[in-house]
């Protein structure tokens, strides 16, 4: 369905009963929409930094007053820095967002707590376009029903200072030895999903283990992850969440090398002076994350709900995300809109094979999510209290 049937659409939502006759935990499912209506005026995000930008940033990114300007919804955003924060922002005010950006580890979660709603893809114009790998994923649809629309993905990756550091960094391995001459100067992601980043190390380096899946640890598993976090914690002088914190280690020597994001090195790289990194996806693999716009599901902007993703993953809105923010878009006909246009290329946008040792965030549950049952695997509660207690 092209944007002009949805217009064209008389406003109010006809509902549909029997669109999924469950949700999750056998609870009754809430009836869809099948159409998209007028806008109630107003859409409040919880967002990814620099995935809903007005200008307020940079004067020239602003992809935000075009939808407010062409459908009257008034746009309020609110950014976080690790999926946890995210969570916890959601959960502690249930009804204050509309629409969130979750990563796999939160997105979840969102649904088994019933804080978002299934998605009636159909009536979503930019729905089709989204490529096959990022749709009908254990993070964004349970048992076949849909919660959202998926908007991207990018790979978590390993960021040095070049004239600090030579040689240049190609494995993550270098980042746990103690012994090594980077001790001391090493930034992290501080959220216990770190742990992962351990288990994807463990599962290259100790076979033994039998790690197939850095998110379904048992407890022999979980427990050398754990133990190597805590060996390489003499090694960390930064444990960081907002991103401008990262940059700031860099540019005054703090740190040299560490777990980061493309868009942390585009802007270091693009300051005047340039701050002299490099980044590389380490010969381990590494975690990543493929996030989608989900809704809330005690919104009361519906109509505006839906439009707003409905625009956030169109192909105009989805290339100028990605290319701000360092990443492959989530919609096919995006990459023929890039301004460079080797964006797509340099992001692995369509190369499925660049993903498959990219470990997308995932929440951790009891039920192992690498398919074994005869072992229980630790719960995202686990991680967390590890995590406390790795950090001291």
């Known amino acids: 369905m092209d944007k002009r049937r949805i217009a064209a659409a ?3 939502f006809a509902l549909v009963v029997g669109a999924c006759s469950t949700g999750t935990g056998g609870t009754p499912a809430p009836s869809l929409p099948t159409s998209i209506g007028d806008g109630e005026g107003q859409v409040s995000v ?10 307020s940033t940079d004067p020239a990114v602003d992809w935000v007053t075009p939808f407010e300007e062409e459908t009257g919804c008034k746009v309020t955003n609110q950014v976080f820095g690790t999926s946890d924060e995210a969570f916890s922002l959601f959960s502690t005010n249930p009804e204050k967002f509309d629409v969130i950006s979750a990563s796999g580890d939160a997105s979840l979660r969102l649904v088994r707590a019933g804080y978002v709603q299934p998605v009636t893809d159909d009536i979503i114009s930019s729905y089709p376009d989204i490529f096959p790998a990022l749709k009908d994923k254990p993070y964004n649809t349970v048992d076949g029903v849909h919660y959202g629309v998926p908007h991207g993905r990018g790979s978590n990756l390993l ?17 746990f030895d103690p012994a090594s001459p980077l001790a001391g100067k090493v930034s992290v992601y501080d959220a216990p999903i770190y742990i992962a980043d351990a288990a994807v190390l463990l599962m290259a380096t100790q076979p033994d283990l039998g790690i197939k899946n850095p998110y379904a640890l048992d407890d022999t598993q979980f427990q050398a992850a754990v133990d190597l976090l805590k ?31 493309q868009v942390i090195t585009n802007l270091l790289q693009g300051e005047d002076p340039a701050v002299p990194v490099d980044v590389i996806k380490p010969e381990e693999g590494a975690t990543g994350w493929s996030d989608t716009w ?6 009361k902007n519906l109509n505006c709900a839906y439009k707003f993703v409905e625009y ?7 290339i100028q995300v ?22 797509c290329d340099i992001f692995h946008a369509d190369d499925d094979a660049f993903w ?16 074994r049952t005869d072992k229980t695997c630790k719960t995202f509660d686990d991680w967390v209290k590890a995590w406390t207690e790795i950090k001291g």
């Open 46 to 55: 919880l967002s990814w930094p620099g995935y809903v930008e007005n200008g």
């Open 356 to 371: 498959e040792d990219v470990w997308y965030w995932q929440t951790p549950e009891a039920k192992c999510v690498d398919g």
């Open 322 to 343: 990605a290319e701000w923010f360092g990443e492959a878009p989530g919609n096919s006909k995006a990459c023929e809109l890039a301004v460079n246009p080797d964006h």
């Open 10 to 12: 008389l406003g109010a």
């Open 231 to 261: 060996t390489q914690k003499p090694m960390i002088s930064q444990y960081w969440v907002d991103y401008t914190k990262q940059m700031d280690a860099f540019r005054n020597g703090d740190a040299n090398v560490g777990t980061t994001w």
């Open 312 to 318: 956030i993953t169109s192909p105009e809105a989805n």
């Open 159 to 175: 960021m040095w200072r070049t004239d600090e550091v030579d040689p240049a960094p190609t494995k993550w391995a270098e980042m």
């Open 294 to 299: 989900m809704i809330n599901s005690k919104t």
